[in-house]
């Protein structure tokens, strides 16, 4: 059975639902420049407007009542709260005390991540997330927002996924600000911890009653190869995914095998005392799980992803897969003593959805929903402290690179008319709180 104070809510994140890129003095994002940027995003898509929240926020605050959702987790446009010389925008900041007041009067918690991927152009340009300085800018950003909103949030995360801002920003180029080099994401990956660390300082200082964390996404490596090579490709890979951002944050150091079996000429810029800083004490980890990759060896000593035939997959083409889910959350707890209590601050998948009828009956999510429920219930049973579920999304958004043709909501967006429909799936959160609360 569920803790009684088990917590179910939706996430949405900034750029994927705001719109209004220039207005109330917002600056440009690396996401503006990116997806303005021919051949980066499908079709084209920007998040200009995206689902509009940012005009319709107060009916958004009557939509995520109306699913009976315990908690929010959204996050803060850093170029809407700050101008280019680190000066607060009023007229930003107030949007989210607005956002946050509105949705305590509600009664719902609210979960804030600081940086969901939208760094203000201006430090882009000065060598982002490469230059060390950037860290000591958030810091900054994270002292403001906590002394601004202190009291009207129940959990601060710093970072949203720094593995995806790294590698997809800086390694693979996929995403803002989409370059590509190893030495760059290791730069990155270091330079974002450190942020981290500077930051849950500030949050610390300024608002002591808040939970403080971060948000990771992990990665459930496995092979279906049979030699001794496939199998350390598949512990490779999750080393890559997750060791690298867990062991600095609980262990305080990066993993060995990295700098001797993937990284070689591309070490991150650690300076003496930077992993005592990003080592500090965590009130609560967010795990964002989606699916599992399978690999195998390559010829150079790595992994290489070979995709599984035959396996149930989302309209992203990730393999749908609870069982990882657990998997990894039992080996976590197996593999750091302190590990903080967990929330699982993403997981969901994106259907072909229509509106028919007025309805969208998304039966693969709901199954999917309950699927990794379940698989956090047995991680539960198996010891690890988790202790809610947010699922991605509140609505349809702006998928990054994939535009608007993917959909994750448990909300419908029409965005010709932004009319919200409310999936099939949005019952989910319904049954499980009643479940979770025992009939009477
Ligand atoms: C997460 N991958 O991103 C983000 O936190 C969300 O903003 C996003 O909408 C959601 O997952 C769905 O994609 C990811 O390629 C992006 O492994 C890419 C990957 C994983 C997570």
């Given at each position: 059975?569920?803790?009684?104070?088990?917590?179910?809510?939706?996430?949405?994140?900034?750029?994927?639902?705001?719109?209004?890129?220039?207005?109330?003095?917002?600056?440009?994002?690396?996401?503006?420049?990116?997806?303005?940027?021919?051949?980066?995003?499908?079709?084209?898509?920007?998040?200009?407007?995206?689902?509009?929240?940012?005009?319709?926020w107060r009916d958004d605050v009557e939509l995520i009542a109306s699913l009976g959702v315990e908690a929010y987790r959204l996050s803060i446009a850093w170029p809407r709260v700050m101008d280019a010389a680190g000066r607060p925008n009023e007229t930003g900041i107030a949007f989210y005390r607005n956002l946050l007041q509105a949705l305590r009067e509600k009664g719902i918690q609210t979960s804030v991540t600081l940086y969901h991927w939208d760094l203000p152009q201006h430090l882009e340009d000065a060598g982002g997330w490469r230059n060390r300085d950037t860290a000591y800018r958030f810091a900054e950003y994270a002292d403001l927002m906590s002394r601004?909103?202190?009291?009207?949030?129940?959990?601060?995360s710093t970072l949203n996924e720094p593995w995806c801002s790294a590698m997809h920003g800086y390694g693979t180029g996929h995403h803002a600000p989409g370059r590509t080099s190893v030495v760059e994401a290791n730069q990155a990956m270091h330079h974002l911890l450190l942020g981290h660390g500077l930051a849950l300082q500030a949050l610390r200082r300024n608002d002591p009653a808040s939970q403080k964390g971060i948000v990771i996404n992990v990665g459930r490596g496995t092979t279906d190869g049979d030699t001794a090579a496939d199998r350390r490709a598949a512990e490779l890979f999750e080393m890559q995914h997750n060791d690298w951002v867990l062991d600095p944050l609980l262990k305080c150091r990066y993993p060995a095998a990295l700098y001797e079996e993937l990284w070689q000429d591309a070490a991150p810029p650690v300076h003496d005392g930077d992993l005592a800083l990003i080592a500090a004490p965590l009130d609560f980890l967010g795990i964002n799980y989606y699916f599992r990759t399978n690999v195998r060896a390559d010829d150079n000593g790595g992994y290489v992803e070979v995709p599984l035939e035959g396996v149930e997959r989302t309209q992203m083409g990730w393999e749908v897969h609870p069982d990882g889910l657990r998997d990894l959350l039992v080996g976590f707890h197996g593999r750091y003593a302190n590990l903080p209590p967990i929330y699982i601050t993403e997981n969901g998948m994106a259907c072909d959805d229509e509106v028919v009828d007025g309805q969208v009956v998304d039966g693969q999510r709901i199954a999917f929903l309950n699927r990794h429920l379940a698989a956090v219930d047995q991680a539960v049973k198996a010891g690890v402290d988790v202790r809610g579920y947010f699922i991605w999304s509140l609505m349809d958004n702006f998928e990054w690179a994939f535009g608007y043709e993917r959909r994750f909501g448990i909300v419908h967006v029409d965005y010709a008319t932004q009319r919200r429909t409310v999936k099939r799936s949005a019952q989910l959160v319904r049954d499980f709180l009643a479940q979770r609360r025992g009939r009477p």
């Open positions: 059975m569920w803790r009684k104070d088990f917590l179910l809510g939706v996430a949405t994140a900034a750029y994927q639902i705001e719109g209004a890129v220039d207005e109330d003095g917002r600056l440009p994002s690396i996401w503006d420049t990116f997806s303005a940027t021919p051949g980066k995003v499908l079709h084209g898509d920007t998040g200009a407007v995206a689902c509009d929240h940012y005009h319709r601004e909103l202190a009291g009207l949030v129940d959990f601060w």
